[in-house]
């Protein structure tokens, strides 16, 4: 295969916590209770190098099968995509490896290819020692392991902003994806860490993407791992990387806060005698006090991104797909996910293909994989060693968590369900206007049939043909296909 316009890259790997990472968590989960207050504190999944498992979030089950999994059909169904590589552990493997015996015929029918990477010794994880072993392509689709529900993979590589820039960041938001919420951190609880003002005048609470497209060459080598291996602190690491960064090009820096920001810098000079004082009095109390951060433009945002890493970054908050939001860090997003997943399997488009995954590898992958040899023992001896609820009953999965009810699955089903129309009925129009043309300019119907092949989702046929029933009478073949 030769150079690829664009390559995708899944990453499936993160820090080694070490032999504590028991107690890590515990720890951090008693800070989010007792010093944070947070509504939804989390036992979050860490991993041990020297485990013989490795205990992989990306591996975990979700409804009976390998998160990871489901990102591996996805990219099976991207057009825009060819050829993946995905960086993990030995467990992946031997995922990927079943993924590529079972849709073995759909992957040659679609002329993909799967590179596997292993991750290497835990000083050599790297996402750039990942993208220069396995591309040769210009463009780089960084998506993350642990996104179940994200599927929409060609609107985020079909974006056509990157024409005129290096990277494209299209950040999480509260407003844009949990739309019609009456929670405050949403269906799928998340922590939104800053607020800023939209093109349209509105503010946007926002979160860190788990999906990231940028040009290979353009962004420095230092920056890409930089920015990665800072995410993957939290987002406190990264707000510190580019504090560091910013005091480097502190003139560029006060040149942009003064040529596009004066009305929010005025506003934080007036509020600051306010904020001393109320530090002051909290400071009296034994009780923290936190500053918050001025609501900056989209537009300043991008250009002080672009000064501190010397390309042309542009955020965008466009995108309302769940899917790229729900990534798993701690045992809570997991029941969360497996319990949605099982009241409701067609909320991910190919649950057909997840079934056939299910019955075809599962049972393999069950001898080789210890894990998952009695997953419910496994999960729950986790939790035991989290201190937290067991999660199966008698081998029967029971989300066993207080602050999360079948009500919160349910509104998560709708945010899902309302975001799957939306693709689908983007599909049907793509399909229905590739059919005009085709008609118009009177087309060889064999090419428009392999097109609908690779692009309509089977359950979306019967829709089309009922919407061009009268025009599908003068073409047989097409007829037949649908």
Same mark, same amino acid.
């Given at each position: 295969?030769?150079?690829?316009?664009?390559?995708g890259?899944?990453?499936?790997?993160? *820090?080694?916590? $070490?032999?504590?990472?028991?107690?890590?968590t515990?720890?951090?989960?008693e800070?989010?209770?007792?010093e &944070?207050?947070r509504e939804?504190p989390g036992?979050y999944?860490?991993?041990?190098?020297?485990?013989?498992?490795?205990?992989l979030?990306?591996?975990?089950?979700?409804a009976?099968?390998?998160?990871?999994?489901?990102s &591996?059909?996805?990219?099976?169904?991207?057009e +825009?995509?060819?050829?993946?590589?995905?960086?993990?552990?030995?467990?992946?493997?031997? =995922?990927?490896?079943?993924?590529?015996?079972?849709f073995a015929e759909?992957?040659n029918?679609?002329?993909?290819?799967? =590179?596997?990477? !292993? %991750?290497?010794?835990?000083?050599?994880?790297?996402?750039?020692?990942?993208?220069?072993r396995g591309? &040769?392509?210009?463009?780089?689709?960084?998506?993350?392991? !642990?996104?179940?529900?994200?599927? !929409?993979i060609?609107?985020?590589?079909?974006?056509?902003?990157? +024409?005129?820039?290096?990277?494209?960041? *299209?950040?999480?938001s509260?407003?844009?994806?949990n739309? $019609?919420?009456?929670? #405050?951190? $949403?269906?799928?609880?998340?922590?939104?860490?800053?607020?800023?003002?939209?093109?349209?005048?509105?503010?946007?609470?926002? #979160?860190e993407?788990?999906?990231?497209l940028?040009?290979?060459?353009?962004?420095?080598e230092?920056v890409?791992?930089?920015?990665?291996?800072?995410?993957?602190?939290?987002?406190?690491?990264?707000?510190?990387?580019?504090a560091?960064? @910013?005091?480097?090009?502190?003139?560029?820096?006060?040149?942009?806060?003064?040529?596009? +920001?004066? =009305?929010?810098?005025t506003?934080?000079?007036?509020?600051?005698?306010f904020y001393m004082?109320?530090? @002051?009095?909290?400071?009296?109390l034994?009780?923290?006090a936190?500053?918050?951060?001025?609501? /900056?433009?989209?537009?300043?945002?991008?250009?002080?991104?672009?000064?501190?890493?010397?390309?042309?970054?542009?955020?965008?908050?466009?995108?309302?797909?769940?899917?790229?939001l729900e990534d798993? !860090?701690?045992?809570?997003?997991?029941?969360?996910?497996?319990?949605?997943?099982?009241?409701?399997?067609?909320?991910?488009?190919?649950?057909?293909?997840?079934? %056939?995954?299910?019955?075809?590898?599962?049972?393999? /992958?069950?001898?080789?994989?210890?894990?998952?040899?009695n997953?419910?023992?496994?999960?729950?001896?986790e939790?035991?060693?989290?201190?937290?609820?067991?999660?199966?009953?008698?081998?029967?999965?029971?989300?066993?968590?207080?602050?999360?009810?079948?009500?919160r699955?349910?509104?998560?089903y709708?945010?899902?369900?309302?975001?799957?129309?939306?693709?689908?009925?983007?599909?049907l129009? %793509?399909?229905e206007?590739?059919?005009?043309? @085709?008609?118009?300019?009177?087309?060889?119907?064999?090419?428009?049939?392999?097109?609908?092949?690779?692009?309509?989702?089977?359950?979306?046929?019967?829709?089309?043909? /009922?919407?061009?029933?009268?025009?599908?009478?003068?073409?047989?073949?097409?007829? @037949?296909?649908?």
């Amino acid at each position: 295969m030769g150079i690829e316009k664009i390559i995708g890259v899944i990453g499936a790997s993160y *820090d080694n916590s $070490g032999s504590d990472m028991y107690a890590k968590t515990r720890e951090k989960y008693e800070k989010e209770v007792n010093e &944070l207050k947070r509504e939804f504190p989390g036992h979050y999944i860490l991993r041990n190098s020297s485990d013989k498992e490795f205990n992989l979030k990306f591996v975990y089950l979700v409804a009976g099968v390998p998160a990871i999994e489901r990102s &591996l059909i996805s990219s099976l169904y991207s057009e +825009e995509i060819n050829r993946w590589v995905i960086v993990s552990h030995r467990n992946t493997k031997k =995922i990927l490896d079943k993924h590529c015996e079972v849709f073995a015929e759909e992957i040659n029918k679609r002329d993909k290819e799967y =590179i596997f990477v !292993d %991750e290497g010794k835990p000083e050599e994880w790297s996402l750039l020692n990942t993208i220069k072993r396995g591309t &040769l392509a210009e463009r780089v689709l960084f998506i993350t392991g !642990d996104l179940p529900f994200f599927y !929409d993979i060609d609107s985020v590589a079909n974006d056509p902003d990157l +024409e005129d820039c290096d990277a494209i960041l *299209d950040l999480n938001s509260y407003e844009n994806i949990n739309q $019609g919420s009456k929670s #405050k951190q $949403g269906p799928f609880p998340r922590y939104y860490h800053f607020q800023v003002k939209g093109e349209d005048g509105k503010i946007y609470s926002l #979160k860190e993407p788990n999906v990231f497209l940028f040009k290979k060459s353009k962004i420095a080598e230092g920056v890409i791992e930089d920015i990665f291996k800072y995410r993957k602190r939290s987002m406190g690491g990264l707000k510190k990387y580019f504090a560091i960064k @910013a005091k480097g090009n502190l003139g560029k820096v006060i040149a942009l806060a003064l040529r596009k +920001e004066k =009305i929010a810098l005025t506003k934080e000079l007036a509020y600051f005698p306010f904020y001393m004082t109320k530090r @002051a009095v909290l400071q009296a109390l034994g009780k923290k006090a936190s500053y918050p951060p001025p609501i /900056l433009h989209m537009d300043s945002v991008s250009e002080f991104f672009s000064i501190c890493t010397n390309a042309k970054i542009k955020l965008k908050i466009e995108h309302n797909d769940i899917g790229r939001l729900e990534d798993i !860090d701690s045992m809570e997003d997991w029941a969360l996910l497996n319990e949605l997943a099982l009241n409701h399997p067609a909320t991910y488009p190919y649950y057909e293909e997840l079934e %056939e995954f299910r019955k075809h590898a599962m049972p393999d /992958l069950k001898k080789e994989i210890e894990m998952y040899r009695n997953w419910p023992e496994f999960l729950n001896q986790e939790c035991r060693l989290m201190k937290m609820p067991e999660q199966y009953v008698n081998g029967r999965f029971v989300m066993n968590l207080s602050q999360f009810d079948e009500q919160r699955v349910e509104d998560l089903y709708e945010l899902h369900k309302r975001f799957n129309e939306s693709v689908e009925q983007r599909e049907l129009n %793509e399909c229905e206007q590739e059919i005009e043309k @085709a008609i118009k300019k009177k087309k060889n119907i064999k090419d428009l049939v392999a097109f609908l092949k690779r692009k309509l989702k089977p359950k979306n046929k019967r829709k089309l043909k /009922l919407k061009l029933k009268d025009k599908l009478k003068l073409f047989p073949e097409l007829r @037949a296909f649908l």
